[in-house]
């Protein structure tokens, strides 16, 4: 079965530093891979999807991610974090067939200023 | 104009109690799923469906009875409730069905089983 690993669950940066967040995931395919925020009280919005092609994806927002297959992963990226950037994030996997998203478990950002 | 819509937000209930969650999409999608968000932020799906039937069930509780009367609603009935479910239910559709498919999220509706 497919799996979704954040392994940071907070992160503090400040406004304006660079970010990274980072997505490890297991599926013995090709995987449908996807980043999500989510604001305090809010639903989730997508930011960005990797499906094939480019391995480098651009989002809304200003976010980027990369997919890289050896190291099975996706990592979000953005150069110039903003105090409105502060949420939770997280990263899901679609597979094959079926219909659903694997999420993994979050990382929060905290933005400084 | 409201993608995918919940009602309600918020629902405070006693154990024990029958409770519904709608939903309701206008994007013309023909996939609507149910997942829940515990109390650490884990998302997990409960069930899909798609052109108003059942494809997925994720060994969610007997409690729990999704019903999709047209493609575009899918509400949530839960019976008996139990602390143990209380959770932020989100609802969600999507174009089509797969992997390769993105979905569009609701505000939530954050259940309190007191």
């Known amino acids: 079965a497919q799996s979704v690993t954040q392994p940071d669950i907070h992160i503090t940066v400040s406004e304006g530093a660079s970010l990274e967040l980072r997505c490890n995931y297991s599926y013995g395919a090709t995987p449908y891979l996807f980043w999500y925020v989510q604001s305090p009280g809010q639903g989730l919005q997508l930011l960005l999807k990797y499906f094939s092609g480019d391995t480098l994806v651009q989002g809304i927002k200003g976010f980027e991610a990369e997919f890289k297959r050896s190291q099975s992963s996706f990592n979000l990226r953005k150069p110039s974090v903003h105090w409105s950037d502060a949420a939770e994030y997280f990263c899901a996997v679609g597979t094959g067939t079926a219909s659903k998203l694997t999420f993994g478990t979050g990382t929060r950002l905290q933005v400084t200023l | 104009d409201t993608a995918v819509s919940q009602t309600p937000k918020y629902l405070v209930t006693q154990m024990g109690n029958d409770k519904s969650i709608k939903c309701e999409q206008n994007l013309g999608h023909d996939t609507m799923y149910w997942y829940k968000q515990d109390s650490k932020k884990f998302l997990k799906i409960m069930f899909s469906?798609?052109?108003?039937?059942?494809?997925i069930n994720e060994t969610v509780p007997n409690r729990f009875s999704p019903k999709s009367p047209d493609k575009a609603h899918l509400n949530l009935h839960i019976n008996s409730l139990e602390l143990g479910d209380s959770a932020v239910y989100f609802c969600?559709?999507?174009?089509?069905?797969?992997?390769?498919?993105?979905?569009?999220f609701g505000q939530g509706t954050r259940l309190t089983v007191v």
């Open positions: 969600a559709s999507s174009p089509g069905w797969g992997g390769n498919t993105e979905a569009f």
């Open positions: 469906y798609n052109n108003k039937e059942l494809i």
